[in-house]
DNA sequence: ATGTCATCCTCCGGATGA
């Protein structure tokens, strides 16, 4: 039984996650992932990463700038219409490279560099909320079978930090960011890690400092948000820590989700022919780390 | 601990972003 394994990662600069992004790809074989934080043009993350890539099958969707931001989608499962940015958004004050989109394997995938928002009530922060605006526009006028991935930089409850006391007054958290989030949700997207771990402490990103990944204490904003068709194929959902372990990591980790194949099969075909064979989900240069 | 890690450049130490 095929089914499709979706990942969303922020790697915090792809140049130096090199070694740790691709183990990960041949450990986990997601078949389509969004890349956050590239800090890459196109053109370098192409001569970077673009014949590793096609060599495990991957087609690339790229939007990256000189020094910041970048995303990226990565595919095995087709990878078409790609469009670039969000229609609408805001600049700061130009436009930064913070949306990419393509439709893979039937469903509409978005990969989404949320921005900080530094201080509440700065120009940063409006410029955040104004950028979620332009996105709930933009899902709301898209493909009922979507799936938005990335980093939102919003802890959608208090569970979701881990100590709502040590975040007030900061980002992330404020009444009016999660309110731009529950505008998302309310077009009928739904948070399928936290559907599937409702009552579990569960984070995505860990600050680099002061032992923070070790002691556990993190938030978790990089979220999947998956329309209903999507969300009721899913069959796992769940943060991939050991990717935040180790040498070199990201302060991120991974958010993988698998989801079934679509009932009417419009999906396409996820096994590639005999001609071109794939690895098999599981096996891996890579020991499975417990 | 203003704690770390990433980017850039009046370019190897400091400013900035997260």
């Excluded at 800090?39 to 890539?53: W, Y």
Aim: hydrophobic share 40%; glycine share 8%; charged share 20%.
């Amino acid at each position: 039984m095929s089914c499709v394994r979706v990942a969303t990662w922020n790697v915090n600069s792809v140049k130096q996650r090199v070694a740790r992004l691709l183990p990960w790809l041949d450990q986990r074989q997601p078949d389509v992932v969004c890349l956050q934080e590239t800090k890459l043009t196109d053109s370098a993350f192409t001569e970077l990463l673009g014949g590793e890539l096609a060599g495990r099958g991957y087609a690339m969707a790229l939007h990256g700038e000189v020094q910041w931001n970048g995303v990226a989608i990565l595919s095995r499962v087709g990878l078409d219409d790609v469009v670039t940015g969000v229609v609408g958004a805001p600049g700061f004050p130009l436009p930064e490279a913070r949306a990419v989109a393509a439709t893979c394997g039937g469903i509409r995938v978005h990969s989404l560099y949320v921005p900080n928002g530094r201080t509440p009530g700065s120009d940063h922060y409006a410029y955040k909320l104004d950028w979620l605006a332009a996105l709930r526009d933009v899902l709301a006028a898209g493909p009922e079978v979507a799936i938005a991935c990335g980093d939102l930089n919003i802890a959608p409850t208090d569970a979701d930090v881990f100590d709502p006391d040590a975040y007030i007054g900061q980002t992330h958290v404020t009444p009016p960011e999660r309110a731009a989030l529950a505008e998302l949700t309310a077009l009928g997207m739904r948070d399928v890690v936290r559907d599937r771990w409702p009552d579990r402490r569960v984070f995505t990103y860990w600050d680099y400092r002061a032992g923070m990944f070790h002691k556990d204490l993190g938030m978790r904003i990089d979220l999947v948000l998956a329309s209903g068709p999507v969300a009721e194929r899913v069959r796992a959902a769940w943060v991939d820590r050991q990717a935040r372990k180790g040498t070199g990591p990201s302060d991120h980790a991974p958010v993988i989700v698998d989801l079934d194949e679509a009932p009417d099969g419009d999906i396409g075909p996820v096994v590639p022919p005999p001609s071109a064979p794939a690895a098999k989900r599981g096996s891996t240069k890579l020991p499975q780390s417990s």
